[in-house]
């Protein structure tokens, strides 16, 4: 034994130095036990709640998908409505071709034939900005269905009139039944495919208007010389019925005001034919609905909204360039067959089928810009360390779109400048046709691919109003175009087609610092915009309230 132990055995008294080591000993000892059991539960607290969080994650549901379709169903409807599309520019350029018969036979002047192109492509501009916004409110169907019928009377009409004021009301009635299909087209495409892959996509939509005016002259001329003009009426009568009828069958309603991302069925009466035979079948089957995808559209239509697009800072600078580009391009469309005429001496077939290689050049946007905008998408969103997910939309306020969209389109604005500065030259100095039809396929692959950029630009920066947004590009593109078209006869008479190549060329590249002023300035005027609504909205919302008003 110890000699303390011995001391305490035999009561002895210790020391009381050693008494109060051996306290404070006993209360480190007692002290160390303590932390140690509360570490102990710290680590199990934490073990608990590490593992609560992990199954309040795993019984998350997972995100809905943006749309429900596949990528065979997607691409197949924007293909229908991109044929649908089709009339609007082969309405107006299958026309071309018979204005000296209709002059003729009407017994009227060239000037006032004219004035029915001219009539033609304001009323294009003006008609989308009702029917777009309608169909941002009510869905796609509702106008695809007020198109078909007004489109199919004036064409009826068309082909059985025999004065000039009925040909003037008819084709401005025909313009305003066909031209919101091309705000439609782009408006389907958005439904249904997300910013990371619109631009593969918004060239499917695009395939049926650049179809249009390669192919218009070309149908326009034969028609012309083997049937006569009235023909050409009952050729877009037949045609757009069997496109409405395809697209009444089977196009569902796309609109994510409706059926949010496709899996709220829309009302009976807009229904295609074949989701009406699947519903019967499915009618005693429950099926998971997805409220949350559906965007509230406003209370009523407003046909001015797409003037709002232009009161935008970023909005006005993309739908000027916008529209100064189509201008530009429509005056190389419109003057083609009579500079072929007078230049070549070509007959309206041969011209026709000159047409050929920029429709051709405007097709294969789909494998050039289309998949450039896709793939800087991707690049973009990876630096950013964004997982771009599968048939899921992506956060638009952590990408800088305006630079992911222009960072593709200003290298072909500035190539569409020098091809059309070659076109010019080529055809003025009467070189090889081969020359000038190259020329003309590549003004086609650039041109298309510049201005489809600026066009996803303006959807994705009004996502809640596609075929308004559209709509208003479509006003200024087509009130542009009307003027270019107006303009471009005089132009060249004046200056020659060289150096009216080398004018439009040169106006697209004096614009194009816009563009960098918006890749730069656009983010920060876009969130002023939706700081300034939630303020409105958040104003009004409050006078409501203390006008003791719900809505």
Known sequence: MTDDDKMVVSGAPRDQSQVKDTDENLSATKSTKNDEVLESKGSIHDHTNGDVESAEQANQPPEPPYSVYTHREKASMILL????????????????????????????????????????????????????????????????????????????????QNSYAALLTLRCLQSCGSSATIALASAVASDLATRAERGKYLGYAAMGVTLGPALGPVIGGLIDQYLGWRWIFWFLTILSAALFFILFIFLPETGRNVVGNGSIPSPWWNMSLLAYAKQRRRRHQVEEVDLESVKLPRKRPNPF?????????????????????????????????????????????????????????????????????????????????????????????????????????????????????????????????????ISLFFCGVFFTASLNGLNTLIIDTHINMPATAIAANNLCRCLVGAGAAAISAPLINRLGLGWAGVLVAGIWIGLSPLLWLIMAKGPGWRQAEKEKGEATQAKKGTQDAGNGTFK
């Open 81 to 160: 409505v991109s044929f649908t599309a089709i009339i609007s520019p082969l309405s107006g350029a299958i026309y071309l071709p018979v204005l000296p018969s209709l002059a003729r036979d009407l017994n009227v002047s060239q000037s006032l034939i004219n004035l029915t192109v001219t009539t033609y492509l304001i009323l294009q501009g003006v008609a989308p900005s009702f029917i777009g916004n309608l169909s941002d409110v009510y869905g796609r169907r509702p106008a695809y269905m007020i198109c078909c019928i007004v489109y199919l009377a004036a064409n009826i009409g068309l082909a059985v």
């Open 305 to 437: 909204a797409s003037l709002k697009v232009l009161g935008e800072r970023e909005g006005c600078i993309t739908l000027l360039c916008s529209s100064l580009m189509y201008g530009g391009y429509y005056m190389l469309l419109t003057t083609l067959s009579s500079e072929l005429s007078s230049r070549f001496g070509f007959s309206s077939v041969i011209i026709g089928l000159c047409y050929l290689p920029i429709g051709i050049g405007s097709l294969s946007y789909r494998h050039t810009g289309g998949y450039l905008m896709d793939w800087n998408f991707r690049r973009h969103a990876k630096a950013a360390g964004i997982v771009i997910s599968h048939n899921r939309q992506q956060d638009m306020n952590t990408l800088p779109i305006e630079k992911i969209r222009l960072q593709v389109s200003l290298p072909f604005v500035y190539l569409s400048s020098a091809l059309v500065i070659a076109y010019g030259w080529a055809m003025e100095s009467k070189s090889s046709l081969a020359g000038i039809e």
